[in-house]
């Protein structure tokens, strides 16, 4: 993540951790990282605050599900 967030809410440096996606298998990279990508989008236009925090995890939920989803597909 390209996204300086050192000076962001507590709550949004916490669950952007969970966009990361280097670990993942390269077939699931793309899926997580298209959402990785509407997430810093997000951090970046929007002011902290429970609105964008509630975002956030409702993106992660989708993320997963998106993830879960390919992993039935071959790589």
């Known amino acids: 993540m390209s996204l ?28 997580s990282a298209a959402c990785a990508g509407l997430a810093l989008s997000m951090v970046d236009r929007l002011p902290d605050g429970p609105e964008l925090t509630f ?4 993106l992660l939920l989708a993320k ?10 071959s790589p």
């Open 64 to 73: 997963d599900a998106f993830v879960r989803a390919a992993l039935g597909e």
């Open 4 to 31: 300086d967030l050192t000076t962001r809410h507590p709550a949004t440096q916490q669950i952007m951790q969970y966009f990361t996606y280097a670990h993942l298998p390269g077939h699931l990279q793309g899926i």
């Open 55 to 58: 975002g956030l995890r409702q």
